[in-house]
């Protein structure tokens, strides 16, 4: 029998079938005012899709931590991005694809998140990343500047990433679980980060990063569907959508609490030798720096 997550992911890829199937590339989403749902609408009539709900689901500690991948097609890559009119095929051209995306996001209005942002967040990093890091939402910075994690708590997860030789900038891509900043950077509701969540794995089959890091509570609960606590979920690696994935701290809490720097560390050994078993085996990462 299927489980719910296995439902709610074949759910999720028929919206996106009937996307292509329907439209030939003339479909246009929006969010009806008051109603934080998604519409699918065609020029001469429209049918309402909601999201499944979030499902949750007790893990307990030392537990693997999966969620169900995505479709063969998807885990291929062979998913087409739709663009404003156009498709592109993410595998031909993942550069295009990853760029039309963000400007799908930047004109976002599903849910609304939408109506207090400066600019929306898509995302920054390469293609084809060893590391795919997953936080909550953009800040206030970030939701000035349009780039993820560039504040304090921002250049403290570059020094996690540079430890163990990763960049935003060489081999690394950030993004968020909703790319429009809630205002005073409270949770973002579960409805909100269900109607972004496609951007987030449609990102995430355009660039085929080789692992995925949740970092904090947030992101690490939508992504696991899970209500535990981030205490029990850092450190356990498992899959997520089919990739090797790890959660840990969000650096503005270890920011909060220098204790949690030790955990951290241990945390990022760990995706430093989830990376490497995927080319050469296990590595050592070496003695913790200081931050
Ligand atoms: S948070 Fe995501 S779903 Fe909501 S308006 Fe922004 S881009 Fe759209």
Request: charged letters at 25%; one cysteine or more.
């Amino acid at each position: 029998m299927k489980t719910l997550n296995e439902i709610c992911t074949e759910y999720q890829n028929i919206v996106y079938d009937l996307e292509e199937a329907l439209t030939g590339g003339n479909f246009r989403r929006h969010r009806e005012p008051g109603k934080p749902k998604i519409i699918l609408e065609r020029p001469s009539h429209s049918a309402a899709i909601e999201r499944p709900h979030q499902v949750k689901t007790q893990t307990g500690e030392g537990q693997s931590l999966a969620v169900p991948p995505a479709s063969a097609e998807r885990a291929s890559g062979s998913r087409r991005a739709f663009t404003g009119g156009s498709f592109l095929s993410a595998a031909a051209n993942p550069a295009a694809a990853l760029e039309a995306l963000a400007e799908e996001v930047r004109g976002c209005s599903l849910c609304p998140l939408c109506e207090k942002r400066k600019q929306a967040v898509p995302g920054v990093g390469v293609i084809n990343p060893l590391v795919m890091v997953i936080g909550e939402a953009p800040g206030a910075e970030e939701d000035q500047k349009g780039e993820p994690f560039v504040g304090p708590a921002g250049r403290y997860l570059d020094k996690w990433l540079e430890a163990v030789g990763l960049s935003r900038h060489v081999n690394a891509y950030i993004a968020n679980i909703v790319k429009c900043r809630p205002p005073e950077n409270r949770d973002p509701a579960p409805e909100e980060a269900a109607a972004c969540m496609p951007y987030l794995l449609r990102q995430t089959q355009i660039i085929r990063p080789k692992t995925v890091l949740a970092a904090g509570r947030v992101a690490a609960q939508n992504l696991l569907q899970t209500g535990e606590g981030i205490g029990r979920l850092r450190g356990q690696s498992g899959t997520w959508q089919g990739l090797p994935f790890l959660a840990t701290y969000h650096p503005s809490a270890v920011l909060r609490d220098p204790q949690l720097r030790r955990p951290v560390w241990d945390d990022m050994k760990k995706l430093k030798g989830l990376i490497d078993a995927q080319d050469a085996g296990q590595a050592d990462a070496g003695a913790a720096p200081d931050f």
